[in-house]
Each structure stands twice: as C-alpha cells, then as structure tokens.
C-alpha cells in the first residue's frame, strides 16, 4: 500500500507522511473474497479496518416477533472504515461486517495504535479527531435516516 493513495481518506486527514507512515506500520493489508464475514457480531475483537477497494455490508441481526433476520446498516465503500466500536471499547462486535465484493483492507493492531499513541500524542490526537469526525457524520446520516423513515 502507497501512502500517497491512502492520504485522501478521511482517517488520514492531516497526518504527515511520516505520521502516515507510523500508523501503517501499525496495520497490514489483507483480502476477502465476495460474501465472506470480516466480521462477526458478538466476536471479541478490537482491530480497526480500511478500506481500499470492494464494498462491505455492516448488518445486525433483527428480531421481529419470533424471528430473526439479518438488516443491513449501511453499505461501506474504499476509504470508509469500519471496526471502530471494537477499536474503541474493546468489547465485542455490535454487528456483522460481511464482503459485498472481493475487498482489499488494512487491518490494523489496536495494540500497536495505542503504543502509537503513546509515543506520538500529535498523531494520535489527529487520528482520533478524524475517528471522532466520521462517526458524527454516521450518527447525523443516521438520525436523518430515521427521521425519513418515520415520516
């Protein structure tokens, strides 16, 4: 993975090159194949992932009456991330992260982020800024969402 092709996304925003660089070292790229689960509800797991190619479905399971069913959420594109409630509480998974295409992603260590973060506050805060600014966006989209469908 490039640096100069993940510097638009908007996790990356306003890191330096070198910042860039640090936190990719945190993480590594990986695939998944059309339909397979990235992530399961409930696993314990505290990765955080990018996106660089391919789409992914975040569904939850649903309970209508005494049945169950599996909503999607949203459907996630290249740059998108996903995994940050993990990331962030390490507790378990509140949904499933299932391939809609054969993705590419960068699977990073919330270990070694943290370590990152540490070391470098700079870069941390600007990471975490940016997390903090996408799930604002996702709970506006959200509430905007819901209001529609009350409507």
């Known amino acids: 993975m490039k640096t100069e092709d993940l510097a638009g996304f908007q996790i ?29 509800e409930s696993a314990f797991s505290t990765d955080l992932f990018v996106i660089l ?6 569904e939850v399971d649903a309970r209508y009456f005494d049945q169950s069913r599996r909503r999607q959420i949203v459907l996630l594109r290249p740059g998108d991330i996903f995994g940050e409630i993990g990331f962030l509480e390490g507790k378990r998974r509140s949904a499933h992260v299932i391939a809609t295409d054969s993705v590419r992603l960068v699977r990073f260590d919330a270990d070694k982020l943290s370590r990152l973060f540490s070391r ?11 997390l903090g600014l996408i799930l604002a966006r996702r709970l506006l989209d959200a509430n905007f969402r819901w209001r529609d469908e009350i409507v």
Do not use: H, W
């Open 53 to 58: 190619s391919g789409r992914v479905s975040v």
């Open 120 to 130: 470098d506050s700079r870069t941390g805060y600007v990471f975490m800024k940016n």
């Open 12 to 40: 990356f925003d306003g890191l330096s090159s070198k910042e860039l660089e640090a936190v990719l070292a945190c993480g590594f790229e990986c695939s998944y194949p059309r339909e397979d689960v990235i992530i399961q």
